[in-house]
């Protein structure tokens, strides 16, 4: 185990078993993160929650201490290259950002994603990292083996709201920025505002702007998603809302009372606000190249493409799709 400390924060080097983990009750059967604990410390923070119950510090001292998963892409190809491996979908960075401030000196996230790409197995990842531009080149590839996406998370673009509520990330629309490089390379990439704060950031010029400018960078969509509150995130958000808008305090009380999801009153009305936003500004995927999966060459096909290459006698045409891209 290994120890450095930058910026107050502490990196421990720590080797992990499993990489690959299995979930249940969510639209991706597999998750997989590089990283314990997140440096971006977002006071709404969901992974509070499950510190909270692992008995570990859900407070300020969250995202102090940032487990690096240092052989994590080895035992990820170990995992891929089991015969039991059905390339089900991977959700890359549920529980932590995979392009918080240490990948830049690790890169475990890279190596993990061209792990996939060589293993052809589908992934959606989310981050609110722009970093992720450094490895366009891996998205590009993968992107033509397997089904990939990423969200970018963008809650909103009020200066302060962010800076308050997610003190260590870096500015929304260095985020968009980001996105429009994925988009511009062919990849698919979205936006998804979440979590919008009630009171503050569901306001409608708020989430205008956000969906504005996610239609101006090229997002080939929009989701949004309210603050839910469980026991450990509850209080370090409460006691940041008590201390920046403390007005809101007894709000947010009486509409998380008892219940860590805001009634549908609350907040189906934003949802659809939001769509309806989203339909008036014509968020679609209007990529100009789309990235998409060349099928996969059965042992036959490629059995007759050896033949093909290594005779000047004519072979059968294999069944090969060949376009790399569709241009829409
Ligand atoms: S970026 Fe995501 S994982 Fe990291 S602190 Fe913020 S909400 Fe949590």
Redesign the pocket.
């Known amino acids: 185990m290994f120890y450095y400390a930058s910026m107050a924060i502490e990196y421990r080097e720590e080797p992990c078993k499993v990489g690959l983990n299995r979930v249940k009750g969510m639209p991706f059967r597999w998750s997989l993160n590089p990283y314990t604990g997140?440096a971006?410390?977002?006071t709404f923070?969901f992974?509070r929650a499950f510190e909270a119950r692992a008995d570990r510090p859900f407070d300020d001292r969250y995202?102090r201490s940032i487990r690096v998963k240092v052989n994590l892409p080895e035992v990820l190809r170990r995992e891929l290259a089991r015969r039991s491996w059905k390339r089900e979908l991977v959700a890359v960075g549920t529980a932590?950002?995979p392009y918080?401030p240490a990948e830049g000196r690790y890169r475990l996230t890279r190596r993990c994603l061209i792990e996939l790409t060589e293993a052809r197995t589908p992934f959606h990842l989310i981050t609110?990292g722009p970093m992720i531009v450094r490895d366009i080149d891996v998205l590009a590839d993968a992107a033509r083996r397997a089904d990939v996406s990423v969200t970018f998370s963008v809650p909103t673009l009020d200066p302060e709201i962010w800076r308050r509520t997610?003190p260590g990330?870096a500015p929304p629309r260095q985020r968009l920025r980001a996105l429009r490089q994925l988009v511009d390379a062919g990849v698919k990439a979205g936006v998804g505002m979440a979590p919008i704060l009630p009171g503050l950031s569901d306001r409608p010029d708020l989430l205008e702007d956000v969906v504005r400018e996610a239609r101006a960078v090229g997002a080939t969509g929009v989701w949004a998603n309210l603050l839910y509150l469980r026991p450990g995130t509850r209080e370090h958000f409460m006691a940041n809302l008590a201390r920046d808008w403390p007005e809101l305090l007894t709000r947010y009380q009486a509409m998380y009372e008892g219940r860590a999801y805001l009634s549908k009153a609350v907040a189906e009305p934003v949802r659809r606000h939001v769509t309806r936003l989203q339909e008036r500004h014509g968020v679609a995927d209007r990529r100009r190249v789309r990235l998409e999966p060349i099928p996969e060459l059965e042992p036959l096909q490629l059995q007759l493409v050896d033949a093909a290459a290594a005779s000047v006698t004519a072979v059968p045409e294999p069944a090969i799709q060949p376009p790399t891209a569709a241009h829409a």
């Open positions: 997140c971006h410390r977002c923070c992974v995202g932590t950002d918080q609110r997610e990330t």
